[in-house]
């Protein structure tokens, strides 16, 4: 009767032990817990509004073209190989919509009227469209730049404003476009530079454009 008694307390035991929901198994049985890997700085402690609105990574891909004649610009499915100003606004410190003459005693660009349609007026005077301006020049600080503050100012007084392209190296950075014709570019270059059509004879030639900036 005793060894009977014996188990039948044991029983109740564990009933109990089970009915009250506590843990039997010792503490090293049980799995890892979230705090066991979560840790947070001191600084925390107390929450805060973020501050941070733009992180953004500062390398030498940053000093390529804007338009490397590799992407889709206008998401249309097919790659913008060339200069496209009928279907893309091409973005830089120029304005697509304006053309400029080149000073050269002040060695810069200067706006002289207004191009609706990006176009320099006919009988080209040595006028540049801004727009083409920008696909030649633009590299892809000189766009962050001027979207984060209106871009580099090398003079800024109270009654002028001149912006400075980045600096180029004549490395790999450097770029270069062409022009032969408006057959295969789809564009006529008289309209938006100072230059001629490519002869054709004796042989076909080309407008090379390189982009780069002179060591003094």
Request: charged letters at 25%.
């Amino acid at each position: 009767m005793k060894q009977t008694y014996r188990w039948i307390g044991l029983m109740t035991v564990l009933l109990v032990l089970l009915g009250t929901g506590i843990d039997t198994q010792p503490a090293s049985a049980l799995g890892p817990t979230r705090s066991d890997y979560e840790a947070y700085p001191s600084f925390m402690a107390n929450t805060a509004s973020p501050l941070v609105m733009l992180v953004m990574g500062r390398d030498h891909k940053l000093y390529y073209e804007a338009y490397n004649d590799a992407s889709d610009l206008n998401e249309d499915g097919v790659l913008d190989t060339n200069y496209k100003p009928e279907e893309i606004d091409y973005y830089g410190y120029f304005d697509s919509f304006k053309y400029y003459a080149y000073s050269s005693t002040r060695q810069r660009f200067e706006p002289v009227g207004a191009a609706p349609d990006k176009k320099v007026p006919p009988g080209n005077n040595g006028y540049w469209s801004g727009d083409f301006l920008n696909y030649l020049t633009t590299s892809r600080i000189d766009a962050i730049r001027k979207v984060l503050y209106g871009g580099y100012r090398r003079v800024d007084t109270d009654t002028e404003t001149v912006l400075e392209r980045s600096f180029i190296p004549q490395d790999a950075h450097s770029w270069g476009k062409e022009y032969e014709s408006i057959a295969r570019d789809g564009y006529d270059i008289r309209e938006y530079a100072p230059l001629a059509l490519p002869a054709v004879t004796p042989a076909q030639t080309r407008h090379l454009f390189a982009s780069t900036s002179l060591y003094p």
